[in-house]
């Protein structure tokens, strides 16, 4: 290997065009750093837009309620079909409906989470982990009344719990999917700095 390096004759590499990674515009001056991401000027202006309006907004809350709210019913769905046709608590499913509806809600937010949304993400999934268990036991009743109906719906979120120390691993894999619907919706977190001359500024920035 030493034999290929060549020391008498300076060989010089042309630098690497830069380009916006948003638009894709050439970079020619300078650029915008925004984590590991560059951006051109107009890039930049809209990340910073898009970041300032990072708080509640009721349109974005709602349409998170919504698609959050449909997911959670189709993975209760989902999940208390697989569970009644297998005839045994599965509670590894309940990491796939966390991420499902965690997924919707971050969807509802455009991508900006948020503490409320990780409470909105968090609470449909122990939701529909809930709605899965309370219609397994209402297939598994023989006799049914509406006072058993409304008993199921007044202890709905107790029933993960109702199988007792034995459930402990069950109930670990539940709080393990809330957690992950919850982690999801992490507030967006974007750092922007510049302009920066090109061939200088942050080292972490990439063309």
């Not at 020391?7 to 925004?34: D, G, H, I, R, W």
């Not at 009644?84 to 900006?112: D, N, P, Q, T, Y």
């Amino acid at each position: 290997m030493a034999d290929d390096l060549q020391f008498e004759k300076a060989e010089f590499t042309a630098p690497q065009p830069m380009t916006c990674s948003s638009c894709n515009v050439p970079l020619s001056t300078e650029y915008y750093a925004a984590n590991d991401r560059v951006l051109c000027a107009s890039c930049a202006v809209s990340a910073r837009q898009f970041i300032a309006g990072s708080g509640l907004g009721a349109g974005r809350f709602l349409q998170a309620v919504l698609l959050g709210v449909g997911a959670a019913v189709l993975g209760a769905a989902v999940y208390a079909g697989i569970m009644i046709a297998a005839k045994m608590e599965i509670g590894l499913i309940s990491i796939a409906v966390g991420w499902f509806v965690g997924k919707a809600v971050r969807k509802g937010s455009h991508g900006r989470g948020g503490w409320r949304y990780q409470v909105l993400a968090a609470f449909l999934t122990y939701a529909a982990i809930c709605g899965a268990y309370g219609a397994m036991v209402w297939h598994g009743i023989e006799e049914k009344s509406a006072g058993v109906a409304v008993w199921l719906a007044l202890n709905s979120f107790r029933l993960p719990f109702l199988g007792g120390f034995q459930n402990v691993i069950g109930l670990l894999i539940i709080a393990f999917g809330v957690w992950q619907a919850w982690q999801m919706n992490r507030q967006l977190e974007v750092e922007i700095t510049g302009p920066h001359a090109i061939g200088t500024g942050p080292r972490s920035a990439s063309a």
